[in-house]
T-cell receptor, first 114, second 114 residues
């Protein structure tokens, strides 16, 4: 079975632009979470979606938004990009939103802002 | 805000040595997960500990969850070069926070020299 797939793998943008990152969860997984990992740090939680509804939001500005589609895939959108948005964006899927549900991560999208 | 302090941040050892990585918090977590991440890849789940005082072994890796569920440790016996990587601890939120949200530590970069 395929793991969590993310696209694109790398992306270069300039300040002020917007970006859309995509994630396909493992087949049968209904929950998708997004994390931002800045170089040298651990991932930081951005959003969690389950059954197309937002179930959790981290401490990120409104420039960050996301949605989940009927097939459980997800998109993360970031508007008005800043240099500080340069990071590895990780998507993780789990079967549901239970506290101790293991989360399976994709290999991320490396976003560079010039 | 739930924070996880992970130490040490960097660890450089010789093959065959033992090591311990610590993960501490002032908050109680429902579970603690340990991940390993290699360059260019997403984190891969190693283990989940759920019960206070729980000890789990995975070959040469031993994971322990503190009695109060506020801290955890990862001990590696007879480290090998293949153990090189970034080790991350992550706590699953307890009551009142997003069930699926993981709070990550800063990570420990382990280098094992042959």
């Amino acid at each position: 079975d395929a793991g969590v797939t993310q696209s694109p793998t790398h992306l270069i943008k300039t300040r002020g632009q917007h970006v859309t990152l995509r994630c396909s969860p493992i087949s049968g997984h209904k929950s998708v979470s997004w994390y931002q990992q800045v170089l040298g740090q651990g991932p930081q939680f951005i959003f969690q979606y389950y059954e197309k509804e937002e179930r959790g939001r981290g401490n990120f500005p409104d420039r960050f938004s996301a949605r989940q589609f009927p097939n459980y895939s997800s998109e993360l959108n970031v508007n008005a990009l800043l240099l500080g948005d340069s990071a590895l964006y990780l998507c993780a899927s789990s079967i549901w939103t239970g506290i101790n549900q293991p989360q399976h991560f994709g290999d991320g999208t490396r976003l560079s802002i010039l | 805000t739930q924070l996880l302090e992970q130490s040490p941040q960097f660890l450089s050892i010789q093959e065959g040595e033992n090591l311990t990585v610590y993960c501490n918090s002032s908050s109680v977590f429902s579970s603690l997960q340990w991940y390993r991440q290699e360059p260019g890849e997403g984190p891969v789940l190693l283990v989940t500990v759920v019960t206070g005082g729980e000890v789990k072994k995975l070959k040469r890796l031993t994971f322990q969850f503190g009695d109060a569920r506020k801290d955890s440790s990862l001990h590696i016996t007879a480290a090998q070069p293949g153990d090189t990587g970034l080790y991350l601890c992550a706590g699953a939120g307890a009551g009142g926070t997003s069930y699926g949200k993981l709070t990550f530590g800063q990570g420990t970069i382990l280098t094992v020299h042959p």
